[in-house]
Nanobody
């Protein structure tokens, strides 16, 4: 059972990135999927969440209107579309699958936004 986040990179302010969270050994739409980020010297921050089955979505105030969480059931992959990126979005981003008694974290992917 494994999650893998990918899609990070170095971009300029105002540009976009799409992060992917792929599942191996688990069906992601059976889990609530969360995205978190950790910037150097800061606490881990919750970014977004999509509920299992019902698809209810929620966002941190710092990203609402810029980030969109989605899921491709056929690909067993969740996405975090990040638009209008800001330097303060720079962090390592992690995805998490929770539910059914599990709490699974993927390896992070680095997002760096230059000004």
């Amino acid at each position: 059972v494994q999650l893998q986040a990918s899609g990070g990179g170095l971009v300029q302010a105002g540009e976009s990135l799409r992060l992917s969270c792929s599942g191996s050994g688990l069906t992601l739409d059976a889990f609530g999927i969360g995205w978190f980020r950790k910037a150097p010297g800061k606490e881990r921050e919750w970014v977004s969440y999509m509920g299992s089955r019902d698809g209810v979505r929620d966002y941190a105030d710092s990203v609402v209107g810029r980030f969109t969480i989605s899921e491709d059931v056929a690909e067993n992959t969740d996405y975090l579309q990040m638009n209008s990126l800001k330097p303060e979005d720079t962090a390592v981003y992690y995805c998490q699958a929770e539910g059914l008694g599990y709490d699974i974290w993927g390896q992070g992917t680095q997002v760096t936004v230059s000004s």
